[in-house]
């Protein structure tokens, strides 16, 4: 098993629309959770972090942690073309680390 | 521009050269990181510093590759010998403690004719 996993999609979503994106982890005392997002060539860029259970809020980006199912999910409302790009789920401190260990990333377009 | 800086952003080599990378992390950022990305993957851990010193070095880094971070200020990732299974983007990130946002530099990459 990874220890962190994504759907590497393509995932397509309409202009508009919810995309909702998911992260599995397998180190239940894993610490801290973050989403970058990642447009071709260019380097990952923080979108949210999120350190305790429930929902974190950020203009149209939600992240949700619920650490008992060891999940993490990212939500982008009223998606935009400009959202088109590769989101990375990333976890901190897994098997106590201190380092971060990526998933393989989930490429999100945005259909005008 | 504070954020971090990474030298140069692009490096054609051939196999068999040596290549130096340079990152200069956020002033106040203590701890620094470096990562590889191959195309399709997510960032790969390849070591880490705090301060000056080196505290982790991942599997992934073979003795051809080295790190220093020699005042505890910018960092050096140097790949001796270099192998066409070296090219990557090599990423430096820098966070001010262990569970703080890691924020990255924009790469340097390598590609290895």
């Known amino acids: 098993q990874k220890e962190v996993e994504q759907n590497s999609g393509p995932l397509s979503v309409p202009e508009g629309a919810i995309a909702s994106l998911n992260c599995t982890y397998s180190d239940r005392g894993s610490q801290s959770f973050f989403w970058y997002r990642q447009y071709s060539g260019k380097s990952p860029e923080l979108i949210m972090s999120?350190?305790?259970?429930g929902d974190k809020e950020d203009g149209r980006f939600t992240a949700q942690l619920n650490k008992a199912s060891q999940y993490v999910s990212l939500l982008i409302r009223d998606s935009q073309p400009s959202d088109s790009a590769t989101y990375l789920c990333?976890?901190?401190?897994?098997?106590?680390?201190?380092?971060?260990?990526f998933g393989q990333g989930t490429r999100l377009t945005i259909n005008p | 521009d504070t954020g971090v800086s990474q030298n140069p952003r692009h490096k054609i080599t051939k196999r068999g050269q040596n290549v130096t990378f340079r990152c200069d992390p956020i002033?106040?950022?203590?701890?620094l990181y470096w990562y590889r990305q191959t195309l399709g993957q997510g960032p790969e851990f390849l070591t880490y510093f705090q301060n000056e010193a080196q505290l982790e070095k991942s599997r992934l880094l073979s003795d051809r590759f080295s790190a220093e971070r020699p005042k505890g200020s910018f960092s050096t990732l140097e790949i001796q010998r270099t192998e066409q299974g070296d090219s990557a983007m090599y990423l430096c990130?820098?966070?001010?403690?262990?569970?703080?946002?890691?924020?990255f530099g924009p790469g340097t990459r390598l590609t290895v004719l």
């Open positions: 990130a820098s966070s001010f403690s262990e569970k703080d946002t890691q924020y």
């Open positions: 999120i350190y305790s259970n």
């Open positions: 990333a976890v901190n401190g897994i098997q106590g680390a201190q380092k971060l260990v």
């Open positions: 002033s106040e950022h203590n701890r």
